[in-house]
C-alpha cells in the first residue's frame, strides 16, 4: 500500500515561514490542504506527474510547491504567513497524472489518498 507522511508543522510569528513534506511513495499527483478551526478544508496548492502546479488565490505569490523525485517527497513551502493561515495541513495524493485545470487538482475529489495532517500555527 502506498504511504504519506507529513512533517514540517509547527509554531512560528507573523511573516516567517514554514516549509511542508510530504512523502508521498508510489504517487504521481500530490496536493495540499489545509482546514482552519471551524472551517472547511480547502486546497492550497498540487503538483501532477508532469510537475505542473496549481495554487489557491490565497496561496498564489506566498507558497510554493515542488517535488524532490529521489527523495519521493513533495514539499509546500510557505512564505509570509499570517495568523489567518493557522490551521491543519494534510496531504493528498492518487495516480492520475495530468489534465486537471487548476480548480480540478486542488479539489478534494481529486484524491483517494490522505495523510494524517500536521499543524501550522502562526501568532501574530
Known amino acids: 500500500q502506498a504511504h504519506l507522511a507529513e512533517s514540517g508543522g509547527g509554531s512560528v510569528q507573523a511573516g516567517e515561514s514554514l516549509t511542508l513534506s510530504c512523502v508521498a511513495s508510489?504517487?504521481?499527483?500530490v496536493a495540499w490542504f489545509r482546514q482552519a478551526p471551524g472551517k472547511e478544508r480547502e486546497g492550497v496548492a498540487a503538483?501532477?506527474?508532469?510537475?505542473?502546479?496549481s495554487y489557491a488565490d490565497s496561496a498564489q505569490g506566498r507558497c510554493t510547491i515542488f517535488r524532490d523525485k529521489a527523495k519521493n517527497t513533495v514539499y509546500l513551502r510557505m512564505m509570509n504567513l499570517e495568523p489567518e493561515d493557522t490551521a491543519m495541513y494534510f496531504c493528498?495524493?492518487?495516480?492520475?497524472?495530468?489534465?486537471?485545470?487548476?480548480?480540478?487538482?486542488?479539489?478534494?475529489?481529486?484524491?483517494?489518498?490522505w495523510g494524517q495532517g500536521t499543524q501550522g500555527t502562526v501568532s501574530s
Open positions: 493528498a495524493a492518487d495516480q492520475w497524472n495530468s489534465g486537471l485545470t487548476t480548480g480540478e487538482a486542488i479539489s478534494e475529489s481529486a484524491y483517494n489518498y
Open positions: 503538483i501532477d506527474g508532469d510537475g505542473t502546479t
Open positions: 508510489g504517487y504521481t499527483c
